[in-house]
């Protein structure tokens, strides 16, 4: 007897496959590795992204920068224009803001991902940013991801909060066919029935992404959790399942934050967290680099 549930599933990869040009595997043998100021993204080394949710004033920056970047982080991450569900809430620095994060990238070498919510804002962000980052609730935003595509900076593309795989996919398809092809596709979680958590970090979707695409998957666990003791435990299983990278909220006095506060790291256990992570990779094949360790 067939497994028809199998069978069922078996037929909707094939579905997705049959419409990913661009994004899917047999588009391309060898898995795409993105090049960020010179950093690789989808090899053999996982990169953490780290920073505020929010950018909030140069000095809250200027601290997180120097410290994420002390544990290990390689890219400083940091909403210039925020989505906030209610229009009463910190809506973000906005221009300000981004000249904040170039700031903070000559001070510490860090490159800089941030979201661009609007097309009106393309070329300022272009301007300061290394990665643009394309939300959760904008990723079925088609005019704007095809506006990305049509630019040359890489993109983070976050899954949309309801969206299936194949949606997600088919999202990348629209930048990609625009002529980008440096996507990096972001699982934050999505939403169920569960009350507890923010959102429910799908960590099949990091095997399944890597199965039916060849682009490199960032896992954020703090959207993911909604928790930021949740956070650790998250990245780890992250880096076992074959993350590539891990977008984390870090903030020097999370309680303080203007936005997502408790589900930002303090630096201290960031930096734990970090050391963790390593063993994690070193055990499944992979490989993250911290700043005092010395080549093999
Ligand atoms: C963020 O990264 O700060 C953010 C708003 O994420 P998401 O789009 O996944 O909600
Ligand atoms: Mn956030």
């Not at 007897?1 to 661009?22: F, G, S, V």
């Not at 593309?157 to 930048?175: D, N, W």
């Not at 934050?257 to 992570?277: I, N, T, V």
């Amino acid at each position: 007897m067939p497994d028809t549930n199998a069978l069922r599933y078996n037929e909707r990869i094939c579905h997705a496959q049959h419409l990913l040009a661009k994004a899917g595997q047999p588009a391309k043998r060898e898995r795409t590795v993105v090049d960020v100021c010179g950093l690789r993204i989808g090899g053999s080394e996982v990169v953490v992204m780290a920073g505020p949710c929010a950018v909030e004033n140069e000095e809250q920056l200027m601290a997180t920068a120097r410290a994420v970047k002390a544990s290990g982080a390689k890219i400083l991450r940091g909403g210039a224009f925020k989505p906030r569900t209610s229009p009463y809430s910190f809506q973000g620095l906005k221009v300000d803001g981004l000249k904040l994060l170039a700031q903070a990238r000559e001070q510490t070498g860090l490159a800089v991902v941030t979201e661009l919510m609007d097309p009106r804002h393309l070329d300022v962000t272009c301007k300061y940013a290394d990665i643009l980052q394309i939300g959760s609730r904008n990723m079925q935003n088609f005019s704007l991801l095809e506006e990305v595509g049509r630019c040359r900076k890489p993109v983070l593309l976050k899954r949309g909060m309801g969206s299936t795989i194949e949606e997600f996919l088919l999202a990348a398809e629209y930048v990609m066919k625009e002529g980008n092809t440096s996507v990096l596709l972001c699982e934050r979680g999505i939403r169920t029935f569960e009350t507890s958590t923010r959102n429910t970090l799908d960590l099949n979707a990091v095997p399944m992404l890597k199965r039916l695409s060849h682009l490199p998957v960032i896992v954020d666990p703090s959207h993911g959790t909604g928790h930021w003791w949740m956070v650790p435990f998250l990245a780890k299983a992250a880096i076992a399942a074959g993350a590539d990278g891990l977008l984390v909220e870090v903030h020097c006095d999370p309680r303080k934050a203007l936005s997502d506060g408790q589900q930002s790291l303090r630096p201290d256990r960031f930096d734990r967290m970090m050391r963790e992570l390593r063993a994690v990779a070193l055990a499944v094949g992979a490989e993250l680099t911290l700043p005092e360790c010395l080549p093999a």
